[in-house]
């Protein structure tokens, strides 16, 4: 299967957290996270934000929105913050992008030692080839399809499906 160009968005969220007195959202981590693994796949970056999921408004996600429509490559990639990444999800698929959308983000910064941000990062890159036109999230090795039923669980800090 011939690789396509990926466009990957970063919009901030606790994978771009860096310690500098206080957690604060940092450059995106997603560039030197694939330049150290030696990711051979072609990639193109576009920054939209610097924030903390939480922080993102619906005029952020409106823009997310957009800068998918807008992109050239019919392969997109979110960095996203984990405590609304379901909210931006359900907007992008809602607005009827006819491209093949992945998010995903890391529950601790990619600069931990212990951060979850280069599996799922890895994880991303690597099925986003193979996943139908649509809206996605890929957490914790396991893509979501089906994000009317994705949730974040709190006490485990792992995405699933609900019911």
Not at 41 to 62: I, M, P, W, Y
Not at 63 to 80: D, F
Request: hydrophobic share 40%; proline share 3%; glycine share 8%.
């Amino acid at each position: 299967m011939p690789r396509r160009k990926i466009l990957c968005i970063t919009t901030g969220g606790s994978i771009d957290k860096i310690y500098s007195g206080d957690f604060v959202v940092g450059p995106p981590a997603v560039r030197s996270v694939l330049r150290t693994v030696k990711c051979s796949l072609q990639v193109g970056f576009k920054e939209l934000f610097r924030k903390d999921s939480l922080e993102l408004t619906d005029e952020d996600r409106n823009s997310i929105v957009e800068a998918v429509k807008t992109a050239k490559e019919s392969l997109v990639i979110i960095t996203h913050g984990t405590d609304t990444m379901d909210k931006t999800a359900l907007a992008v698929r809602d607005a009827g992008v006819e491209k093949t959308v992945l998010f995903t983000g890391a529950l601790k910064p990619a600069a931990f030692k212990d951060s979850d941000a280069l599996f799922n990062l890895g994880a991303a890159f690597a099925v986003i080839h193979y996943l139908p036109v649509g809206t996605h999230v890929c957490m914790n090795g396991v893509v979501f399809s089906d994000l009317d039923k994705l949730h974040k669980d709190a006490d485990s800090e792992v995405f699933g499906e609900g019911t």
